[in-house]
């Protein structure tokens, strides 16, 4: 009798503890992942742009800014994911990598420019530049710049069908740019939208 009584209360004790081990994996399986609603799309630029004029070789370091524009194409790259992606869908787009060469046709390396490049994007023509991405150290001889990227929501300035990307630097005393020479852009950008 003793047995079957304590078999009783194990069996009991057993049952107890598997309900509320079973309680507690529904309960976590129950919370559904605030991510599976939404879809990221890697958007990759590519850009060439040879700069006619030249920076002379001075005694002395000067700023210099870099401007250039770039079509969105946000419409064209959700368009490849069928109807309902639309650009009120978005979430968030963020860069994912930049880096930016010299191509290899021209002699010119990036010794005009001293140390460090910050890259800001702005809506065209607007007056509200973000910074998106550094470059400091740059190696002597280099000829292209892998740049840190700064994570950062800049949803906002897709909205229109242009905007502009400008690199500011302090050009290198006693070294200089020839003129024509051309850079080559690669961006990547990742899209956040909400499935449809």
Known sequence: MKKAIILSLLFVVSMTIFNSCKKKSTASSSNTNPNADLLDIEVPYTKLKTLPDSIAAMQWSLPIELNDTFATKVDEYLATYGAGITKDKIVKIAPLSMNATIDN???????????SVKVYVDAYNGTNPRLVATKYGILP???SIDFTIIDSDIKDYFNSEYMEFTLKFN??????????????????????????
């Open 105 to 115: 046709a021209n002699a010119q390396t990036l010794d005009f420019i001293d140390d």
């Open 171 to 196: 050009s290198k005393i006693n070294q200089g740019m020839l003129a024509n020479t051309t850079f080559i852009t690669n961006i990547k950008f990742k899209i956040t939208a909400k499935k449809p």
């Open 141 to 143: 001889g280099a000829k």
